[in-house]
């Protein structure tokens, strides 16, 4: 079974400071993608980032990063610099046979 | 461009009575499109998706249905709500093009059950 697993519910971090979400995800796939989504307050899901499997390199955006470890199946959310607005729930999502499953998602809070 | 329209963003409906939330997209043609459910404080529950017109899969059993009975139109119904079905619903399409994926969710519809 394709399953995508949090095990953070919820983090906290200080303005400007840098904070990791963890993510791990368990398929027999060779070749796939796997998302971060961010969802504010007003529930509108957003995508932060996307990393390909096949690609070695880690995927930046801007203050987003991931650190992909493909043999452990790991895929983590470094955020830098953290904005009071990266405030929000965060899903990690991978997708499987033209579905795109989740995890529970972390939610984070961002201090002034 | 692609966009994806939701509605209604509200919806406050008393027991036993019908559903029905319309979701469509512009922009692109033979889209997957998706039914997911969130629970106040949760995650993202798949309900339904669909990989063509009339082509429905169900991935948990409920009171609710979905029809597509157009390309870029699908619809979640239910014939009599029941209090267990509040939550935050949002629909999603997804293509592949050049063997990369797009996901774009919709801005969801918040369902109240009284």
């Not at chain 1, 796939?29 to 971060?36: Q, V």
């Not at chain 1, 096949?54 to 452990?72: D, G, L, M």
């Not at chain 2, 995650?43 to 609710?64: A, D, H, T």
């Not at chain 2, 935050?88 to 801005?107: E, K, N, P, Q, R």
């Amino acid at each position: 079974a394709q399953t995508v697993t949090q095990s953070q519910p919820e983090m906290s971090v200080q303005e400007a400071e840098t904070v990791t979400l963890s993510c791990t995800y368990d398929t027999s796939e060779n070749n796939y993608y796997l998302f971060w989504y961010k969802q504010p307050p007003s529930r509108q899901m957003i995508l932060v980032i996307r990393q390909e499997a096949y690609k070695q390199q880690n995927a930046t955006e801007n203050r987003f990063s991931v650190n992909f470890q493909k043999a452990a199946k790991s895929f983590s959310l470094k955020i830098s610099d953290s904005q009071l607005g990266d405030t929000a729930m965060y899903f990690c999502a991978f997708p499987f046979t033209d579905k795109l499953i989740f995890g529970t998602g972390t939610r984070l809070q961002v201090f002034p | 461009s692609q966009t994806i329209h939701q509605w209604p963003a509200t919806l406050v409906q008393p027991v036993g009575s019908p559903l029905s939330l319309e979701c469509t997209v512009e922009g692109t043609s033979n889209p997957n499109l998706y039914w997911y459910r969130q629970a106040a404080g949760r995650g993202l529950q798949l309900l339904f998706y669909s990989v063509g017109i009339g082509q429905i899969s169900s991935e948990v059993p409920q009171n609710l249905s979905a029809s597509r009975p157009q390309d870029r139109q699908f619809i979640l119904s239910s014939k009599k709500l029941l209090l267990s079905d509040s939550g935050f619903y949002l629909c999603a399409w997804s293509v592949l093009v050049g063997g990369d994926y797009g996901y774009t969710f919709g801005s969801g519809t918040r369902l109240t059950v009284v």
